[in-house]
C-alpha cells in the first residue's frame, strides 16, 4: 500500500515537471490580453498549483489527454487569481448582459441567429455604437467558458462554478454543462465558431486572425465579444443555476 501511494507521488512529480513549461506558455499567453496591472509571476504561481491538482485528479480513462486536462485546469485556476483583482469595471458587466439579453430576446423571436444590425437595434444603438461596445468589452475583459456563469452585478462566479477545486457532486451536472456548452459553440455562425477556435486552440492573436480571416484586428476583436454574448444568451439557463 505505501508503495502504491510513493508511486503515484512519484507520477505526479513526474507530470508536475514535465509540464511546467506549459504553464508559462498560458501565462504568457494570457498576459497579452490582460491589463499591466497584472504579473506574470502571479499567473505562474496560480497556473502551478491548477498544474498539480491536474496532475493528482487526471483520469486517463475518461478520454481527454493530460496536456488537454492540465490546460484547462492550468487556465482555469489562472483566471481564478485574476477575477480576484475584480479589475473590470462595472459598466464592461452591465455592457456584457446587455448585449447577450438582446441575442436571447432576438434568437427567441426570430428562430435564427441574431444579426449584428439586429443586436445593435434591439439595444438602440448605431451599428458603429454596437461595434465600439463589444470592442471596449473584450479590451476590458477576458473571456473564459468558466464566464459563462456569471450572474451577479459585478459578474463575479458563483463560488463553486468559479473553482477549479469542484466538488465530486458536481461531476454529473459539469459533464452536462460542457454537453450544453459544445451543443452551443457547435451551433454557432461559421465566422465566430472559427475565431473560438483560431483563440483558444491556435493560440492566434487577434491581429494573426485578422490576417486568417481577411479582417481588421478590430473586427475580430467584436467577433470573439459577440460570440462570448452570444454563447452566454444560450446558456442563459445554467447562469441561474
Known amino acids: 500500500m505505501y508503495y502504491s501511494k510513493t508511486q503515484a507521488k512519484d ?3 513526474r507530470l508536475v515537471e514535465q509540464y511546467a513549461p506549459l504553464v508559462k506558455r ?3 499567453h494570457l498576459l497579452a490580453r490582460l491589463p499591466a496591472s497584472v504579473q506574470l509571476d502571479d499567473l505562474i504561481q496560480a497556473g502551478m498549483i491548477g498544474l498539480l491538482e491536474a496532475s493528482g485528479k487526471y483520469n486517463a ?3 481527454a489527454s493530460f496536456e488537454t486536462y492540465a490546460g484547462i485546469r492550468i487556465r482555469g485556476a489562472m483566471l481564478d487569481e485574476v477575477r480576484k483583482g475584480d479589475w473590470a469595471p462595472r459598466s464592461v458587466h452591465r455592457n456584457s448582459r446587455m448585449v447577450s439579453d438582446a441575442i436571447r430576446v432576438i434568437e427567441a423571436r426570430t428562430g435564427r441567429d441574431a444579426k449584428d444590425q439586429e443586436v445593435a437595434a434591439e439595444l438602440k444603438l448605431s451599428l458603429d455604437e454596437y461595434y465600439g461596445l463589444l470592442g471596449d468589452t473584450l479590451g476590458s475583459r477576458l473571456f473564459s467558458f468558466d464566464d459563462l456563469f456569471q450572474s451577479g452585478e459585478h459578474g463575479e462566479l458563483g ?3 468559479g473553482s477549479t477545486h469542484s ?3 458536481r461531476d454529473l451536472e459539469d459533464e452536462r454543462f460542457q454537453q450544453a456548452l459544445a451543443e452551443a459553440i457547435d451551433s454557432l455562425p461559421e465566422r465566430e ?3 473560438l477556435s483560431l483563440y483558444y486552440d491556435e493560440e492566434l492573436n487577434l491581429k494573426e486572425i485578422g490576417q486568417v480571416l481577411g479582417v481588421s484586428e478590430s473586427r475580430v476583436s467584436q467577433l470573439h465579444s459577440q460570440c462570448a454574448a452570444r454563447l452566454r444568451a444560450r446558456l442563459s439557463e445554467w447562469r441561474v443555476r
Do not use: C, D, N, R
Open 61 to 63: 480513462e475518461k478520454g
Open 26 to 28: 498560458i501565462a504568457y
Open 167 to 169: 466538488e465530486p457532486s
Open 193 to 195: 465558431k472559427l475565431v
Open 11 to 13: 507520477s505526479q512529480y
Open 159 to 161: 463560488e463553486e462554478a
